[in-house]
């Protein structure tokens, strides 16, 4: 039985090395981007329930981009605090700041795509970027930064939504690992032109790709998914591209417990049934070989199996996915989180183990 399991765990390193090498390689060690400023007209679209603490600190610095023509749809999701009293305050401030008012509808209640539908068709502009409330970006340059990645056919850019560093804290180091594991699968897939999703912190597209799949309605019943599910079924490899440039990221607080984050990624993690096909295969085969990579070589090192070779194998593939990882940190800012690269990876595959599992016996919570 040994043999076979052997083979078994070399065959998982090399598809382990097409995923890091040949996909991921597609954005780890991908060329420096240009910036290339357009002129475009842009709406800023953010949408809140219950942000008021956020949208003080943080529309201010949307307000204050360095950008020529722009405006800012602030929609307020029938808050029960004072968010909606502190977006009238910014509304009279600021003269490019545009308010829509969502009110409770029995039909689509607590669904953040409704609300989402409506800022978008209030939008004055055709080109649309979005961020969450509770994000903020790194840059005045924010705004133009995105923007110049759009062309005449590239109507969607993904951009990355990055999380706040979080001193002496080994769940933000967790947090921050995972973000960029998920970054660095959705910027390669779109480089090879079959991207997946992308991140509501932080995207952009034109709005005739939103009424071309009819915005959210083929799957406005499902309270998540308003950017990965929209991106999956918008998105392809012709009218798709990212920005990674530095002053394209936006920022937000991660979660500071372990059960907080922990629902937050169950809440993520439920779209992806949802998937296309391909989708949901190419990710599924490599969280299998991810996890089995953990599995394998404890059940061959334990009867000592040709252990000079498990343990060599085991070395390459640490190589060439911290070679991988460490290039696509380089560019995401995030070089810190590979220190602890292989004990921070196996917590995150056992994470989302616990997360699958999770999600087949019971529905996660979504928007508030």
């Given at each position: 039985?040994?043999?076979?399991?052997?083979?078994?765990?070399?065959?998982?390193?090399?598809?382990?090395?097409?995923?890091?090498?040949?996909?991921?390689?597609?954005?780890?060690?991908?060329?420096?981007?240009?910036?290339?400023?357009?002129?475009?007209?842009?709406?800023?679209?953010?949408?809140?329930?219950?942000?008021?603490?956020?949208?003080?600190?943080?529309?201010?610095?949307?307000?204050?981009?360095?950008?020529?023509?722009?405006?800012?749809?602030?929609?307020?999701?029938?808050?029960?605090?004072?968010?909606?009293?502190?977006?009238?305050?910014?509304?009279?401030?600021?003269?490019?700041?545009?308010?829509?008012?969502?009110?409770?509808?029995?039909?689509?209640?607590?669904?953040?795509?409704?609300?989402?539908?409506?800022?978008?068709?209030?939008?004055?502009?055709?080109?649309?970027?979005?961020?969450?409330?509770?994000?903020?970006?790194?840059?005045?340059?924010?705004?133009?930064?995105?923007?110049?990645?759009?062309?005449?056919?590239?109507?969607?850019?993904?951009?990355?939504?990055?999380?706040?560093?979080?001193?002496?804290?080994?769940?933000?180091?967790?947090?921050?690992?995972?973000?960029?594991?998920?970054?660095?699968?959705?910027?390669?897939?779109?480089?090879?032109?079959?991207?997946?999703?992308?991140?509501?912190?932080?995207?952009?597209?034109?709005?005739?790709?939103?009424?071309?799949?009819?915005?959210?309605?083929?799957?406005?019943?499902?309270?998540s998914g308003d950017?990965?599910?929209?991106?999956?079924?918008?998105?392809?490899?012709?009218?798709?591209?990212?920005?990674?440039?530095?002053?394209?990221?936006?920022?937000?607080?991660?979660?500071?417990?372990?059960?907080?984050?922990?629902?937050?990624?169950?809440?993520?993690?439920?779209?992806?049934?949802?998937?296309?096909?391909?989708?949901?295969?190419?990710?599924?085969?490599?969280?299998?070989?991810?996890?089995?990579?953990?599995?394998?070589?404890?059940?061959?090192?334990?009867?000592?199996?040709?252990?000079i070779a498990v343990?060599?194998?085991?070395?390459?593939?640490?190589?060439?996915?911290?070679?991988?990882?460490?290039?696509?940190?380089?560019?995401?800012?995030?070089?810190?989180?590979?220190?602890?690269?292989?004990?921070i990876e196996i917590?995150?595959?056992?994470?989302?183990?616990?997360?699958?599992?999770?999600?087949?016996?019971?529905?996660?919570?979504?928007?508030?």
């Amino acid at each position: 039985m040994l043999l076979p399991i052997f083979c078994l765990f070399a065959t998982v390193v090399f598809i382990q090395f097409l995923y890091y090498i040949v996909i991921f390689g597609k954005f780890s060690f991908a060329k420096p981007q240009a910036l290339a400023p357009k002129r475009i007209p842009i709406s800023v679209i953010v949408c809140a329930k219950n942000e008021e603490e956020n949208v003080r600190k943080f529309v201010p610095l949307l307000a204050e981009q360095n950008y020529a023509t722009f405006e800012i749809v602030l929609i307020d999701d029938a808050s029960s605090d004072n968010t909606l009293e502190v977006f009238e305050e910014f509304e009279k401030m600021y003269s490019n700041i545009k308010l829509v008012k969502v009110e409770n509808n029995e039909a689509f209640w607590g669904n953040k795509k409704f609300a989402l539908t409506l800022g978008i068709k209030a939008a004055k502009y055709d080109y649309l970027l979005f961020t969450d409330a509770d994000c903020y970006p790194t840059s005045k340059d924010w705004i133009t930064t995105m923007s110049s990645q759009f062309t005449m056919h590239k109507n969607i850019v993904l951009g990355y939504g990055a999380y706040e560093k979080i001193s002496n804290s080994f769940l933000n180091k967790i947090i921050r690992f995972e973000t960029l594991v998920t970054a660095t699968q959705y910027f390669s897939w779109a480089q090879l032109g079959k991207p997946y999703m992308g991140v509501g912190r932080n995207m952009a597209y034109k709005r005739e790709e939103f009424f071309k799949v009819r915005g959210f309605m083929d799957h406005m019943k499902l309270r998540s998914g308003d950017d990965d599910l929209f991106i999956n079924q918008a998105a392809t490899g012709d009218n798709t591209t990212v920005c990674y440039l530095p002053d394209s990221f936006t920022y937000s607080m991660p979660k500071t417990t372990f059960k907080e984050w922990f629902t937050q990624k169950r809440r993520h993690a439920s779209t992806a049934k949802h998937y296309k096909l391909f989708d949901r295969n190419q990710l599924g085969l490599f969280y299998v070989t991810q996890l089995l990579f953990l599995v394998l070589p404890i059940v061959l090192l334990a009867f000592q199996f040709q252990w000079i070779a498990v343990v060599s194998i085991i070395g390459f593939r640490y190589l060439f996915s911290w070679l991988a990882l460490g290039f696509a940190a380089g560019k995401l800012k995030e070089k810190d989180v590979m220190y602890w690269f292989p004990l921070i990876e196996i917590i995150v595959i056992l994470t989302q183990l616990n997360v699958f599992i999770s999600n087949t016996f019971s529905k996660p919570v979504h928007w508030k």
